[in-house]
């Protein structure tokens, strides 16, 4: 990997270039084990309607589904990781139907449904309609430093940089617009990542053509998240008054290379 880097240490700008359960038996009982462990893990048909203690702060799940992440509920804003990514969702939750809290994201798109009883549905593209998870245990925070070294930013721009150059299939330089500090250092970090999240994501659904109308990709401070595509150049906002939820998510940089 080659790389440019106009100044040392802060105040630089960085620019980048890349040179589960087995159910055994018959399909009835295998289906009927199955609606037993959402039953449990739900609170429905007969199980105990009695709260259960409350789950770590920072816990570890896997969806029936097989999907294992972690939610961190200690944080300010809640965050959600799953095992399989590097990105780290940012939620918002609000109070539903039957005392349960729905956690969306950034699209305000429901990620997880808490219920009243203490079980937890996972809602992925995968399983749009939910599928229910358990708790395995204690988990690592997932929360961030506040501030990251500028080798340890220009190490994860470069990693982002590889990754999407992989999706791409071709060269996919990423760069900041304003100076690097360490204010902005883990957003400038965390948007990096999560922009080669969306040209992966693209990349495993065969959309790849649509990469080839991206050129660059720029890191860019602002009031507030979001992302634009001017002229070959991908614009990646973040916003460092909005602290973890100021970078847009995988989905939203998704949605606007779609359109």
Same mark, same amino acid.
Do not use: C
């Given at each position: 990997?080659?790389? *440019?880097?106009?100044k040392? !240490?802060?105040?630089?700008k960085?620019v =980048?270039?890349? +040179?589960?359960?087995?159910?055994?038996?018959?399909?009835?009982?295998?289906?009927?084990a199955?609606?037993?462990?959402?039953?449990?893990? $739900? !609170?429905h048909?007969?199980? #105990?309607?009695s709260?259960? @203690?409350? @789950?770590?702060? +920072?816990a570890?799940y %896997?969806?029936?589904? !097989?999907s294992?992440?972690?939610l961190?509920?200690?944080?300010?804003l809640? =965050?959600l990781?799953?095992?399989?990514?590097?990105?780290?969702?940012? $939620?918002?939750?609000?109070?539903a139907? &039957?005392g349960d %809290?729905?956690?969306?994201?950034?699209?305000?798109?429901p990620m997880l449904r808490a219920?009243? =009883?203490? !079980?937890?549905?996972?809602?992925?593209?995968?399983?749009p309609n939910?599928?229910?998870?358990?708790?395995?245990?204690?988990? @690592? #925070?997932i929360? @961030?430093p506040?501030?990251? #070294?500028?080798i340890? $930013?220009y190490? &994860? /721009?470069?990693q982002?940089? *590889? &990754?999407?150059s992989r999706a791409?299939?071709?060269? /996919?330089?990423?760069?900041?617009?304003?100076d690097?500090?360490?204010?902005?250092?883990v957003?400038?970090a965390e948007?990096?990542t999560?922009?080669?999240?969306?040209?992966?994501?693209?990349?495993?659904?065969?959309?790849?053509?649509? =990469?080839?109308g991206?050129?660059? %990709?720029?890191?860019?401070?602002?009031?507030?998240?979001g992302?634009? $595509?001017?002229?070959?150049?991908?614009?990646v906002t973040?916003?460092?008054?909005?602290?973890m939820?100021?970078r847009? #998510?995988s989905k939203r940089?998704?949605? +606007? +290379?779609?359109r």
């Open positions: 990997m080659s790389s *440019i880097v106009e040392s !240490g802060w105040g630089a960085i =980048l270039a890349i +040179v589960a359960i087995l159910a055994v038996g018959s399909p009835a009982s295998a289906q009927q199955a609606q037993s462990l959402k039953d449990a893990l $739900l !609170g048909r007969g199980f #105990s309607t709260r259960r @203690p409350a @789950p770590p702060p +920072v570890r %896997v969806s029936e589904s !097989g294992a992440f972690v961190d509920r200690a944080s300010p809640p =965050l990781k799953f095992e399989n990514s590097a990105e780290v969702w940012v $939620l918002s939750p609000q109070p139907s &039957r %809290v729905i956690y969306h994201n950034e699209l305000g798109e219920t009243k =009883l203490g !079980g937890m549905i996972l809602f992925t593209d995968e399983s939910g599928a229910a998870a358990a708790l395995t245990g204690k988990a @690592p #925070s929360q @961030p506040s501030a990251i #070294s500028p340890a $930013l190490q &994860r /721009m470069g982002a940089s *590889i &990754r999407a791409a299939q071709r060269q /996919m330089p990423f760069e900041t617009l304003q690097a500090r360490p204010e902005t250092s957003l400038i948007s990096a999560i922009t080669a999240e969306a040209f992966e994501r693209i990349a495993r659904k065969g959309d790849r053509s649509i =990469l080839a991206i050129a660059r %990709v720029v890191l860019a401070e602002g009031d507030k998240p992302a634009t $595509l001017r002229n070959g150049t991908l614009i973040y916003a460092p008054a909005q602290g939820a100021g847009p #998510s940089i998704v949605k +606007v +290379v779609n």
